[in-house]
């Protein structure tokens, strides 16, 4: 069975974000359109995932989701409103013949897996089924002059959230048929599906999964982020290791920092081993390949690049995916040059990169006691480890 997800970003609010549309505001230094990305794309019952985004917005999609994700498909342009939005990207699907979907707003950046799997568990039942949360307000309805005119019953009232899941067939041909009906006034995709006569189950959502739509809505959600109560995190720890042979030269850079030193490292960029053990550790956390596939040698645009081009792409990977690096650590493996007199200033070059305090950074030396290829002064190695949360 395979699943899709649909995220909705075409959206054009922009007052609560400053001018940016909402799903595009910074939520403690990833978008939440990254954050749902992240979620979703993480998800081991998710199989692809497309966005429907606002054709304006192409630049801002683009830097959310960094490098992508071998689950990503291109995204699907959005329409006037949401159900053009949402049909467009289902349309975008069915080439691939999911055999369920899952529609989610991308303002709802705090959806946890949990949520996911209850929606996807009351598919096995039924044609559809939405996150949702009991009514727990009382109800008033307004009169003239803004005063009660009656309270009303809350039993049985629930607040629709998203995810929804549907069959992918039966809410596409729904969302079809409403389109030749006129019907674009329908508010949800389970209304479309109520409207063409499928059953929709409702399963526990979460109050924590809001829809952020106001600046304030958007302030306490920043708030969330930084405090670590918006959602459970998860830890990810990657490992890095390089090697690259020395060759004539009169310098050596390492860590980002260039060292006067009897010989050159060799190799297609600057052959910054340090960094280039500490960019695959980033990737490996995330699990988003390795220095290699993202800059291959064979590509002469990276001929001779600095080193810190590829750690920063590879912090802008992780951020995109609704992250955050907690700290790093790498060991130099080399009997010359002397680390210790410029260990301060990698730990600085390092902690400017990624955007880290720089006690979070950790540069270490060893020799190999005169063994092998680093101990005959042949080379230099470098090991990496990276920790990073995902929320």
């Keep these: 069975m395979t699943t899709a997800a649909l995220i909705v970003a075409a959206g054009r609010g922009t007052r609560a974000a400053g001018g940016l549309p909402k799903q595009y505001a910074q939520l403690g230094g990833a978008s939440a359109l990254a954050r749902t990305l992240g979620v979703l794309l993480e998800h081991p019952a998710i199989d692809v995932v497309v966005v429907a985004i606002a054709e304006a917005d192409r630049a801002l999609y683009d830097a959310a989701i960094g490098g992508g994700h071998p689950r990503l498909v291109?995204?699907?342009?959005?329409?006037?409103?949401?159900?053009?939005?949402?049909?467009?990207?289902l349309r975008a699907l069915a080439p691939l013949s999911p055999s369920r979907v899952l529609i989610h707003d991308a303002a709802r950046p705090f959806l946890t897996g949990e949520i996911v799997e209850r929606v996807l568990g009351a598919l096995e039942r039924g044609p559809g089924a939405i996150a949702a949360v009991p009514l727990a307000d009382t109800l008033k309805r307004a009169g003239p002059g803004g005063r009660i005119a009656a309270t009303l019953d809350r039993a049985g009232l629930w607040r629709a959230q998203t995810p929804q899941g549907f069959r992918f067939?039966?809410?596409l041909k729904a969302h079809e048929a409403a389109l030749a009906a006129?019907?674009?006034?329908?508010?949800?995709d389970a209304a479309v599906a109520e409207w063409a006569g499928l059953p929709v189950e409702l399963v526990e959502g979460s109050e924590a999964n809001v829809k952020l739509t106001t600046a304030e809505d958007l302030?306490?959600?920043?708030?969330?982020?930084?405090?670590g109560a918006a959602a459970p995190t998860r830890v990810r720890t990657g490992q890095g290791f390089d090697v690259h042979r020395f060759t004539l030269g009169d310098h050596v850079w390492l860590c980002g920092v260039?060292?006067?030193?009897?010989?050159?490292?060799?190799?297609?960029?600057?052959?910054?081993?340090?960094l280039h053990a500490l960019t695959d550790?980033?990737?490996?956390?995330i699990g988003d390949g390795d220095i290699g596939e993202h800059f291959p040698n064979t590509d002469p645009a990276w001929r001779g690049a600095a080193?810190?081009?590829?750690?920063?792409?590879?912090?802008?990977?992780?951020?995109?995916?609704?992250?955050?690096?907690?700290?790093?650590?790498?060991?130099?493996?080399?009997?010359?040059p002397k680390i210790a007199p410029h260990r301060e200033a990698m730990r600085a070059r390092i902690a400017e990169v990624l955007e880290l305090d720089i006690s979070r950074v950790a540069v270490k030396a060893t020799t190999t006691e005169g063994l092998g290829f680093t101990g005959r002064r042949e080379g230099i190695a470098a090991m990496a480890v990276a920790t990073v949360v995902l929320r």
């Design 281 to 285: 550790a980033l990737l490996g956390a």
């Design 74 to 89: 291109p995204p699907a342009l959005g329409g006037a409103t949401r159900q053009r939005s949402v049909l467009n990207g």
């Design 258 to 274: 260039r060292i006067p030193h009897t010989h050159a490292l060799e190799g297609h960029s600057d052959a910054d081993v340090g």
């Design 169 to 171: 067939e039966a809410i």
């Design 182 to 188: 006129g019907r674009e006034d329908l508010t949800d």
């Design 307 to 336: 080193s810190h081009l590829f750690l920063a792409d590879a912090a802008r990977r992780v951020r995109a995916r609704g992250g955050a690096i907690s700290n790093v650590d790498v060991t130099l493996l080399c009997e010359a």
């Design 219 to 227: 302030a306490m959600a920043a708030r969330a982020v930084e405090t």
